[in-house]
């Protein structure tokens, strides 16, 4: 492989902030030994903390979410700073912060999505300090969402809720791009504009800052590493930066043979930039980058100059009990859970999300819709300016990221005016002025290069198809809810509650049991079969990945293909289907010929069994007698589809064992078995870990499943059995309701570790099973599998 690199003007397209070396560059987690307490209308105690931190653990459904205000406080030294910036950068802070360094208010940020950095190198004392930072998450319409929590489609969550770290650099430095607050500029900007395989150009900006009272003389040292380790250094020519200003400096670079990042192999880079003064590294800054190409052509979108239908999911970025205070390990399980479910895309819906996700969706190929915060809410002209400065802030914050390939740079299902979309419009393209960053919105406007209506939006039965503007393409950004939900009544959420049909909506939790699970599955088979009918159409993301709480609401919103705990539905299993069969993903993900039953076979259940698979063929046995072997099932709601379901009729209710074989060119690749349960017998306890292992030094979180089972190990799925979980041994604490009742024979409670230096020991009980019984977990380091 060959690398080269020259001195002139550029861009590219990379992507996130990794961990930080160097010699005089340290970045260190921020978020221990906080001491925490709400502002009541009693006096509270200080209670010990770790950050990230939820400013109140609700409960499974959030009628009435905490709002107000919350004080966090920490003590802290700081080695000898001299010649050296010191600063604390906050990932998130819902929704606004005020920020003391021993008693001198040194910050005010409004806004919960995105961060903020916080200079507090003049500040400090030798002998030790204190930092104290008030949050506040009660309604404001001056800055996004705006709308009061009431009326809103989601919730946010009050707290530190992301990362916190603390950065030590020297006063000549590299700076960080959103902090940096200037136009297409700040931190380090890469993008690759000329993209094949054979070959990729492109430019690494780098924006420096020297804060001596002398001009200072540098050099800067790029060092580039593939996949392989193969790596290239290059320094740059001296050049000089006058005292307390700023610079910015590019590089142009070329890649022979690339490694292009997609969605079955997400190839990264590892970029580091150096500066260097008087043959000493005084700072370096360290990058993940991804090469792709990217674009809307007449006749739909390609990724690599391959043309690709995108098949994706939303997202609200929430845990039962703990909101948005989770991991980055919880982070990346839940874009694993994504990627396994058969999506490559998804919606960050309605907000820009977690750092650590947008990592992983980097690493695991899954392409991004970036969005503004936001949902049916037009505020006044400080709420406007607010949102044009965030947009410019998710653009300088996410733009190396190679997963972003469409900015939502508009307000959901919000009426905004003309001269407000043309200044966000504005916005975006001054900070991302390359031809292969898309905007998109939900109205069909001329500003916006796509249009990204919900599928409700249009008229029913034709809803998008026929939509066909010329030099203008469609991705239906949500689908497969509220047109069934509310029979296309618009998105007035509340006036039409009640034309809810617990038979036909989306909305259906595990414990409303198969036929309703199975009604969630084929609405959304038929709206995605009808989607692929469109004629500009180029992709889509189904509503919703998770359940989730809304703040207008006193129920779950349950349109997930998983529940709120990430156990799936049958749904899931749809979608998972429509992945093909010789697609191979890497690592431990999930990919390759996939058959699931989509039953449970009781007396009770469906006896049109439906079998959900990408192979060619699927024979059906009972009991190991041959029902069917068959192709899938064709119609009107299915022609449309890379894998159509396959349906088996039976005569009637056997118990026993189905089992599903699936064929490819003839050859059994698959096969797939479920049992009719006996009586309740046992529980079986499990933990998820999604490929990614706990943190052994820092705090975690994972969901703990009670299974109610037959003395075989079949859940009964109608168990609703309470259950009492227990922590005997470690360092942890259990979270949610406990006892909790099972729903579809699974019990799920959230086990939050401290760290796993030594095992941690999880029991289960039930009461209420027919023989009594337990099942104990020991997690330690050599159990994660």
Known sequence: MKFILRNIFFVMLVFSIGKIKAQSRSKVNFGSDWEFKREEKTTSNWEKITIPHTAKVEPLVVN??????????????????????VFLYFEGVMQ???????????????????????????????????????????????????????????????????NVYLITTDKLYITNSVAANKKASGGIYTNFDNINKDKASGTVQVHLKNEYAVEKKTSLKYILTNCEGYKLEFKSEAFVINANSDKNHTQNIVVDSPKLWSISKPNLYCLEVQVIVNDKVIDSYFERVGIRKSEIKEDGYYLNDEKLYITGTNQHQEYPYLGYAISDEAQYRDAVKIKNAGFDFVRMSHYPHAEAFMNACDELGILVMNSLTGWQFFGNETFQKNAIQDIREIARRDRNHPSVIFWEASLNETQMSESFMKEATQALKEELPFSHNYSACWIDNDNYDLFIPARQHGQAPDYWTKYNKANRKIFIAEYGDWEYYAQNAGFNQTEFANL??????????????????????????EAANSNRKGINTIGEANWVMFDYNRGYSNDLECSGISDIFRIPKFAYSFYQSQRDANVILDGNLTSGPMLKIANNWTATSPLNVTVYSNCEEVALYLNDVLVDKQKPSINANS???????????????????????????????????????????????????????????????????????????????????????????????????????????????????????????????????????SSDLVLNLDSQK
Request: hydrophobic share 35%; proline share 6%; charged share 30%.
């Open 500 to 525: 809810k049909e617990d038979e036909r909506t989306s909305r259906q939790l595990r414990a409303h049991g198969e036929k309703r699970l199975l009604q969630q599955a084929y609405n959304f088979q």
């Open 639 to 773: 022609d449309e589809l890379k894998h159509p379901p396959f349906l088996f009729n039976l005569d009637r209710f056997i118990p026993g064992t189905l089992r599903a074989e699936g064929f490819i060119n003839g050859e059994k690749v698959i096969s797939n078995f479920i049992k009719t349960p006996k009586s309740q017998s046992k529980i079986e306890l499990v933990y998820d870990i999604s490929s990614k292992p706990i943190n052994p030094d820092a705090p975690d979180m994972i969901f703990v499943y009670a299974k109610i089972t037959d003395q075989s190990g079949t859940i009964i799925p109608t168990a609703t059995n309470e259950v009492t979980f227990s922590l005997l041994e470690g360092n942890a604490e259990l979270i949610g309701e406990n006892p909790v009742k099972a729903e579809a024979g699974i019990a799920t409670i959230i086990l939050k570790t401290k760290n796993l230096k030594k095992p941690i020991k999880v029991m289960a009980k039930s009461e209420h099973l027919e023989l009594k019984s």
């Open 64 to 85: 009435n979410q905490f709002q107000g205000t919350c004080w966090y406080q920490k003590k802290f030294k700081v080695a000898n700073s001299k010649n050296k910036k």
């Open 96 to 162: 606004e912060a005020d920020v003391w360094i021993n008693d001198k208010k040194v910050c005010n940020h409004k806004g919960g999505y995105l961060p903020f950095t916080v200079d507090i190198s003049s500040f400090l004392k030798l002998k030790g300090n204190i930092i104290k930072v008030k949050v506040n998450n009660e309604d404001n319409p001056e800055f996004l969402p705006g709308k009061p929590l009431k009326d809103l489609d989601f919730n946010y969550y009050g707290g530190i809720y992301r």
